[in-house]
């Protein structure tokens, strides 16, 4: 049996009829970016998310970069983030001349250890980024803590609907910054993005930032860049968004179904299964278990048919791209380890019991042949 790593079209058939509507819509309004769905959008995401104000962007990479923007991040200046993370959450601190600073994660959730913080503070830090990783709150309130008035901004690309002790993220730090790529729970129909914020200043400064810093026809008081959404985006995440929590219940049980498998036969001995945290609100964006002889495991997964794949083999203070920075290998061992070990298992909401059976098959029969 083949099971794929993500099935789009299986979500896409129930609403196809709701979605071709909404689309021939945008088409017939002749508006295609910003506009009406883009703030009727901006309105549902900000009530569903509790926050004051919901910014619509062009990507989550540039939601991230015109949060930073908003704080004024540059040349000179650093931000700590966690070095296991897609490679937007750093890439973004570089393009601004700032100088990311990386910190290792914690071993269970995979989130920014935050003790590793209170040692990379400096009189240049100028924000620090704690990430949601996989679906799963970072423990903010002991990052909060450690930062103390230095800003926060929330990286929740892979975290709609995570809660930490009930808040959802996006409405703790100064800032969130989401993602809807086509993959995460919340995905548009390409890129699209959403900043965030209980700050009505910062909103302004958002708005103006996505249009050129733009604050009136032809009039930049400052430099901003072209970070708007698409209303076609908008529209479709509207269509969407009523449906998003279904979609994250249905995560969590194809979670919990693969993790009793697992331990029914006794993988939980050889895989580091996923953990779901008190008052982290784990959405499932994806299941990640540790793997000995990952590589291995993971050709023959594929070979079967079997969609996975690894987020992330290669930290970021080991790119390329940050080698001047001067970290080396063995700096952060927890991190180093994880990229080692991890791979991603297909949990989509519409997965079937045949398709969980056959993953948790096809992994006994790796190891226990």
């Excluded at 970072?138 to 008035?149: L, R, S």
Aim: proline letters at 6%; aromatic letters at 8%.
């Amino acid at each position: 049996m083949s099971v794929p790593l993500l099935d789009l079209k299986r979500q896409y058939e129930p609403m196809r009829d709701e979605m071709e509507k909404t689309m021939a819509e945008v088409a017939a309004s002749q508006y295609f970016i910003l506009g009406p769905q883009v703030e009727q959008f901006e309105r549902s995401a900000a009530a569903w998310l509790k926050v004051d104000h919901a910014i619509g962007v062009a990507s989550g990479t540039d939601a991230l970069l015109v949060a930073l923007m908003a704080l004024d991040v540059g040349p000179g200046d650093e931000v700590i983030l966690p070095t296991f993370t897609f490679f937007a959450t750093a890439g973004v601190v570089a393009r601004l001349g700032a100088t990311p600073v990386f910190v290792d994660i914690d071993p269970v959730d995979f989130n920014m250890d935050p003790t590793a913080v209170r040692d990379r503070i400096s009189d240049r830090t100028k924000a620090v980024i704690p990430v949601h990783l996989f679906g799963q709150a970072a423990d903010f309130a002991a990052i909060a803590e450690i930062a103390g008035e230095i800003p926060i901004l929330e990286d929740c690309a892979q975290a709609w609907g995570a809660d930490f002790e009930g808040q959802y993220v996006g409405g703790h730090g100064v800032m969130g910054a989401f993602s809807f790529f086509p993959s995460k729970n919340l995905g548009g129909f390409g890129d699209g993005g959403l900043v965030t914020t209980n700050d009505d200043d910062l909103a302004a400064t958002l708005r103006s930032l996505r249009v050129h810093g733009q604050s009136g026809p032809y009039l930049h008081p400052v430099v901003g860049g072209n970070f708007r959404l698409d209303a076609l985006q908008a529209a479709v995440l509207r269509v969407k968004l009523p449906h998003v929590q279904g979609w994250i219940q249905g995560r969590r049980a194809n979670a919990m179904r693969l993790v009793d498998l697992f331990m029914q036969n006794e993988l939980d001995k050889t895989l580091g299964l996923p953990v779901a945290l008190s008052g982290r609100g784990h959405t499932f964006n994806q299941f990640v278990i540790r793997a000995p002889r990952r590589d291995e495991l993971k050709q023959h997964l594929l070979d079967r048919g079997i969609g996975c794949a690894v987020y992330y083999p290669l930290p970021l203070h080991l790119q390329p791209c940050f080698s001047a920075l001067g970290y080396a290998e063995g700096e952060m061992p927890v991190a180093e380890q994880a990229s080692r070990e991890v791979l991603a298992l297909p949990v989509f909401p519409e997965l079937t019991q045949e398709e969980i059976e056959e993953i948790v098959g096809a992994i006994a029969e790796f190891y226990q042949s």
